[in-house]
């Protein structure tokens, strides 16, 4: 095995281990992947992912669960599939014509997909309860609650367009010529367009401080194509892709361990360090600031506005003045009453005792 710092690799199939969350945050306890994984290819290993490449046969049922996109395969992109989509003369998304298993797609290239094609998406999943992969079920239902995710935002924000699931077995002889067209058309397809698919992904990759996934860009960026002709952008609710957070004013310190832990940059601190912003656009719903906030100040909050979302704009969660304690003269987020911060407080509350004199005994 690798090192589970850096890249491992079985086959085409690939895992990053600097952009996994268990990695980001020890605590974090992720396991979407290895609930997925129909080989049982994804261990723990001291808290950290690892792949164990023996195991792997690259089915890349597992890619588009990854919230980071920490997992990849080489031979198929679907950031890069879903971006030119519009442009395929097959419409149809199908694991026996120009994919391979389709958990390779999230949520967000679904609804992308819808949005950037003149007509309703086409899911060929009638081979699902066949597919030796998904034998207990997991993956086909996976993917079935990925499309049913896009279907009900595509609905929440009142747009026409859906993906479409087709369940209808072909006749025996009809699926073996299928799949002989089918493997022709992934060989056509790796050889036109997936050096191009790769590049953009990798690039994007590269990119320093780059810490959005891709399937969220193209998804915000096919949200600005139609947010300026919908009638209401503001939406309540839980969304199962867009999260939002609320800061308790009194409960937070101001510690920064938030913003210094959110992979994505979500959360990040005003210019002068006395505030906390929050861009609901880049959020990824990994729940790292919650758990890791001492005083339990960050907490959900439901609703979502597309305009936001689509152009990261971010909203400032709370702000602090700044004053000096007049016990031990150091700095701290001024609450109102006496200028004491809560270390100084907690001292006096706790430990008056040590400071009773013999004499006083």
């Known amino acids: ?154 609905e929440t924000i009142a747009q026409e367009k859906r993906i479409e699931v087709i369940d209808i077995k072909e006749e025996q002889s009809d699926r073996r010529a299928l799949f002989r067209k089918g493997i022709e058309k992934i060989k056509d397809t790796v050889a036109d367009s997936s050096e191009a698919h790769e590049a953009m992904t990798r690039a994007h990759h590269k990119l320093p401080d780059m810490k959005m996934p891709l399937k969220r860009i193209l998804l915000k960026n096919s949200l600005k194509e139609v947010v300026g002709n919908m009638e209401t952008t503001e939406f309540e609710g839980v969304s199962p892709l867009f999260f939002n957070k609320q800061i308790d004013f009194t409960a937070c310190t101001n510690c920064g361990d938030c913003t210094q832990f959110c992979p994505t940059d979500a959360l990040f601190p005003t210019s002068d360090k006395q505030g906390i912003y929050f861009s609901q656009g880049k959020c990824i719903g990994c729940g790292i600031c919650e758990d890791i906030c001492k005083p339990n100040a960050i907490s959900k909050k439901e609703g979502f506005d597309l305009v936001s979302v689509a152009f990261d704009r971010a909203k400032e969660l709370v702000h602090y003045e700044l004053v000096m304690c007049h016990e031990c003269r150091t700095p701290y987020p001024y609450k109102g009453g006496d200028p004491i911060c809560d270390r100084c407080i907690n001292f006096v509350t706790n430990h008056a005792d040590m400071f009773t004199l013999a004499r006083d005994l």
């Open 1 to 154: 095995m690798a090192n589970i710092n850096f890249v491992q690799k079985s086959n085409l199939f690939s895992y990053t281990g600097t952009r996994c969350l268990r990695n980001e945050y020890y605590h974090n306890d992720c396991r979407i992947c290895i609930d997925l994984c129909p080989k049982g290819a994804f261990h723990i290993v001291r808290n950290k992912l690892t792949l164990f490449e023996n195991e792997c046969v690259g089915c890349a049922g597992c890619i588009g669960s990854c919230p980071t996109e920490a997992l990849e395969i080489e031979s198929f992109d679907p950031n890069g599939f879903a971006a030119s989509y519009q442009h395929r003369g097959e419409q149809t998304v199908s694991c026996k014509i120009s994919t391979p298993c389709l958990g390779v797609f999230d949520s967000e290239h679904y609804i992308v997909m819808a949005l950037r094609g003149e007509t309703n998406v086409q899911c060929d999943l009638s081979h699902c309860s066949t597919c030796t992969l998904n034998e207990d079920g997991k993956l086909g239902d996976s993917i079935r609650r990925k499309i049913e995710n896009a279907n009900g935002f595509l």
